[in-house]
């Protein structure tokens, strides 16, 4: 039987309470196109340098580096990165910074402000960046950010926007990428507070925490443990977050950064309307927010029904994943789903209870022990 070739290639990376991940989208008789996702927190950086060298050095090129938003375990281990030789290796930076939040005049483009930086976006007048490495620096040479929206926001098109369509990039032989997050108001939120939220992004979220112990409830009645009324997310810097739908020969992967449950949801709605669709299915999510019971909706998982449901977390902070959300998504997805945990932990490992899966139907995968290093992988195959 041939075998059926790799569409997209997934690793979220160990990145404890973050997100870091390596997508990769082969392309037949060409480079691969890899994109980098977030940097987790400080320490997730010598990991995810590791990774980045492990690569062919003929090949390190990195297509696309996607910053989702200002938050410790997203930009921590992004910062020292943006300051290595590793990202003179990038074709375009991904990330909406001070400038890219101003109000501005109907029709008019916001863009990069004359001067200024990713690295200074990042770090304002708070510092210079520095990785740690003897002998890197910062990059002497202006990186690209956002040239693939024109110097613009990364943003979802507005409901009833002139463009009547999503916001997609189409890359030649490569996959599209369509902008599922964050909206115009979420970007006018984050404008009022930018300040004051890049300076708490710059410290640990974990940072003198101790935090409570994690206890365990029951697994027995999950329709109850779904059902429970939780508060959706309200964080200015999470509804800030960039979300895509990539998709890539026949394969499809939501990334759902820490992005708003029904922002994803009307995101989703908005492209599977485009195409005629009551819903859009996909191949994998990669739950939003680690798996937290508000941002993890029924909304989202009835807009995007999905084979692979990918949790980026250890828990060790603040407990996630929620039981409600992967109890959502064991009953509401389609028959069979698989839950794609980047760590082994007491919280997640009850998921993989025998008789849990017997009743349910899902299966449950975690890092192989000899790949620990490149946390969860994950491989959608090509379709015709």
Excluded at 226 to 237: F, H, I, L, Q, Y
Excluded at 366 to 384: E, I, K, T, Y
Aim: glycine share 10%; with cysteine; charged share 15%.
């Amino acid at each position: 039987m041939a075998t059926v070739p790799t569409a997209i290639h997934v690793e979220v990376l160990p990145a404890r309470l973050g997100d870091c991940l390596l997508v990769e989208c082969p392309r037949p008789g060409g480079p691969t196109w890899r994109m980098v996702v977030d940097g987790g927190p400080p320490d997730t950086w010598p990991l995810l340098e590791a990774r980045l060298r492990r690569l062919d050095p003929a090949d390190r090129h990195i297509d696309v580096v996607v910053v989702t938003h200002v938050d410790n375990d997203h930009i921590g281990g992004m910062i020292p990165f943006l300051s290595s030789d590793l990202a003179a290796d990038v074709g375009d930076f991904w990330f909406n910074g001070r400038t890219h939040l101003s109000p501005s005049a109907p029709g008019a483009t916001r863009s990069i402000e004359q001067g200024e930086s990713l690295v200074t976006a990042l770090l304002g007048p708070l510092g210079t960046a520095k990785s740690g490495r003897p002998g890197a620096q910062t990059p002497n040479h202006p990186l690209p950010w956002n040239t693939a929206f024109g110097g613009g926001p990364v943003e979802a098109a507005p409901a009833g926007a002139p463009s009547g369509g999503p916001t997609t990039v189409t890359v030649p032989d490569g996959p599209t990428l369509t902008v599922l997050s964050p909206t115009p108001a979420g970007l006018a939120k984050l404008a009022a507070t930018w300040t004051s939220t890049l300076h708490a992004a710059l410290q640990p979220r974990d940072r003198g925490l101790t935090p409570p112990v994690d206890v365990l409830g029951p697994l027995d009645d999950l329709p109850h443990l779904a059902g429970e009324r939780t508060p959706t997310d309200s964080s200015v810097p999470n509804g800030s977050s960039i979300a895509l739908l990539l998709e890539h020969r026949g394969a499809s992967i939501v990334l759902g950064a820490d992005a708003y449950g029904d922002v994803l949801a009307a995101g989703l709605h908005g492209v599977a309307r485009a195409r005629g669709q009551q819903s859009l299915p996909v191949d994998a999510i990669k739950l939003p927010h680690h798996g937290s019971q508000a941002n993890v909706v029924a909304a989202l998982l009835a807009a995007a029904p999905a084979g692979h449901y990918l949790v980026s977390t250890n828990g060790d902070v603040f407990h996630h994943p929620d039981d409600p959300a992967i109890a959502r998504v064991v009953l509401d997805a389609p028959a069979g789903p698989t839950l794609c945990f980047n760590y082994r932990t007491a919280r997640t490992a009850r998921w993989a209870d025998p008789g849990l899966v017997r009743a349910h139907g899902h299966r449950v995968v975690f890092p192989q022990p000899d790949r620990a290093d490149s946390g969860v992988v994950v491989d959608l195959p090509a379709r015709a």
